[in-house]
């Protein structure tokens, strides 16, 4: 370490490094981060307007959208910047700060969705209770302890950084200072960060992860055991778009957090990074507008109404 020189910055290497298809990358992520902007500013703005979804489950689903524009919101300007810039760096504190909002709103969206699994569990197995379990009390009460979760779980693992030394290559072969890209650069054996980011995931994730299997375990028992095959399907269709956002969003990130890390990163790290850190804040309003009947009325009448003042 004495004849090293300690690393103040870090070049992102990002997706490419042909030239003209950074190119065409930055408008393809510019578009896919506008869209995930507009989608999810309309979906706060159509239930933050519209009279008939204040339900808790609407309540969760525009906090989400707000958790999913912050998401989106840590790595994807600083990767556009990249495209475009020939001095491709990023300062040791924008790392460490990128880690701790990238974390922070990570944790607080697995722990939305498990709130709003716990909200379909008292709708459909407990539905004569549900407006004195789920009061408006109750549902802030959920949003602020998985936004203090996010806090709690970014601070375990960025605090260490601080005092971290970095030196000898300062190159990640990544659009972002994804934790597990950027340990290995440290100067000193990162084992002890390993082993903290390890048992963070597992307490963090698998809590999160757990709570929302337990309640969707109740809720297809209870769906099971409806009559109606009509009632089936209509149960069915409100829980299919939570399953699939979580599921798309556990499955990708246990893969990277809980795979051996490397400097290097393969085609398929950057895949999956992409999917959980970038598509899945799209996928979000997509899925649930095109799963939900009560939003896709409340859009199509905020629209109608935007073309009659517009005449």
């Known amino acids: 370490m004495a004849n090293q020189t300690i690393i103040t910055e870090f070049i992102l290497l990002g997706i490419s490094s042909d030239p003209h298809l950074q190119v065409f990358l930055f408008f393809v992520f510019l578009i896919i981060f506008s869209m995930t902007l507009l989608g999810n500013a309309t979906i706060m703005v159509v239930i933050r307007m519209e009279v008939s979804l204040q339900s808790p489950m609407f309540f969760f689903l525009s906090h989400l959208a707000f958790v999913d524009i912050c998401y989106s919101s840590v790595t994807v300007p600083k990767m556009l910047e990249n495209f475009l810039s020939k001095n491709k760096t990023i300062s040791k504190k924008g790392c460490i700060a990128q880690n701790f909002f990238f974390f922070q709103s990570a944790c607080a969206e697995v722990f939305i969705l498990s709130a709003m699994a716990f909200d379909r569990y008292v709708a459909i197995c407990d539905p004569l209770h549900y407006s004195t379990i789920m009061k408006r009390t109750v549902c802030r009460q959920l949003v ?28 990640i072969s990544h659009y972002s200072c994804e934790l ?32 929302t299997l337990v309640s969707y375990s109740h809720i297809i028992a209870t769906i099971l055991k409806i009559c109606s095959a009509e009632g089936r399907s209509k149960a069915f269709s409100t829980c299919t778009s939570h399953l699939t956002v979580v599921g798309l969003f556990y499955s990708a990130a246990f893969f990277r957090y809980m795979k051996p890390s490397s400097e290097s990163l393969t085609e398929l790290d950057k895949v999956v990074s992409i999917q959980y850190s970038i598509l899945t804040p799209l996928l979000n309003p997509i ?17 109608r109404n935007f073309r009659v003042f517009e005449m």
């Open 287 to 303: 899925i649930y507008s095109l799963k939900n009947h009560e939003i896709k009325t409340a859009l199509r009448k905020r629209f």
């Open 180 to 211: 597990p890209s950027l340990l290995p650069l440290s100067c000193s054996d990162p084992v002890n960060h390993y082993v903290i980011l390890l048992c963070s995931v597992v307490v963090f994730g698998l809590s999160s992860f757990l709570l």
């Open 144 to 171: 602020g302890g998985s936004w203090s979760m996010g806090f709690l779980y970014a601070m375990v693992n960025t605090l260490p950084l601080v005092n971290v030394q970095f030196c000898g290559n300062n190159t």
